[in-house]
């Protein structure tokens, strides 16, 4: 059966997709603190939450308590953050594919340390993205990956997180590659657009962060 997970955590609910959207219709969900009071705002039941749930008043936690959702308490002092003992989770049921809302607009401490989770989903199976309703981001490992175009999201940018990426071809682009070399700090490949309705990215080795950008 395949499997498709998405988590939700406290960031600003204005940033957050409409969780109810019909592509959405497929996945099981789960909370990070406050993302479980908001999913739960919108009348969707998390089969799994994980937090200290410092972000949620006494009103909120009661309702998250009176809906018996699943909860994994932890204390506020602790060595992981709620959205990585949740991915940590969430990937050890080896999803298909693992969306997380709800980590960028705010605090850019969490928003920095989300993207660094993606690596937590390098070399495995899960395709594992950070959505708002303005960014699609994700880690590509080597290899070489179609792209369809998406209206929502006409700006395509890359950058190395690795110290660099070597055999960087974009294919299908306004602005096309061609076996480059993609250094980390370099702002090379920023603001591409997609040309065609398929385009491709291909390298042969290094990690890029693909961020796909509404404006």
Excluded at 42 to 50: D, E, R, S, T, V
Excluded at 51 to 65: L, N, R, T
Excluded at 116 to 127: D, F, H
Aim: with cysteine; charged share 25%.
């Amino acid at each position: 059966m395949v499997v498709k997970l998405a988590i939700v955590a406290g960031g600003p609910e204005t940033l957050i997709p409409d969780l109810l959207d019909p592509k959405y219709e497929n996945f099981q969900w789960i909370g990070a603190d406050r993302g479980t009071f908001v999913l739960l705002s919108k009348n969707i039941k998390p089969i799994k939450a994980f937090g200290d749930f410092d972000s949620v008043s006494k009103v909120e936690y009661h309702v998250i308590a009176e809906q018996a959702v699943d909860c994994e308490t932890f204390p506020c002092e602790k060595d992981k953050t709620d959205l990585e003992l949740a991915i940590d989770w969430a990937l050890a049921k080896k999803p298909q594919q693992l969306l997380i809302f709800g980590v960028t607009g705010g605090r850019q401490d969490h928003a920095l340390s989300a993207v660094y989770l993606l690596l937590k989903a390098s070399r495995k199976a899960t395709r594992m993205q950070l959505v708002d309703k303005k960014n699609s981001i994700e880690l590509l490992d080597s290899g070489i990956y179609h792209l369809e175009k998406e209206p929502n999201y006409p700006y395509l940018s890359f950058l190395a997180i690795s110290g660099k990426v070597t055999g960087l071809t974009l294919r299908g682009v306004k602005y096309p590659l061609h076996d480059a070399e993609l250094v980390l700090g370099s702002s090379l490949c920023i603001s591409n657009e997609q040309a065609s309705n398929v385009s491709s990215v291909s390298f042969a080795s290094g990690l890029l962060l693909m961020m796909r950008c509404s404006d």
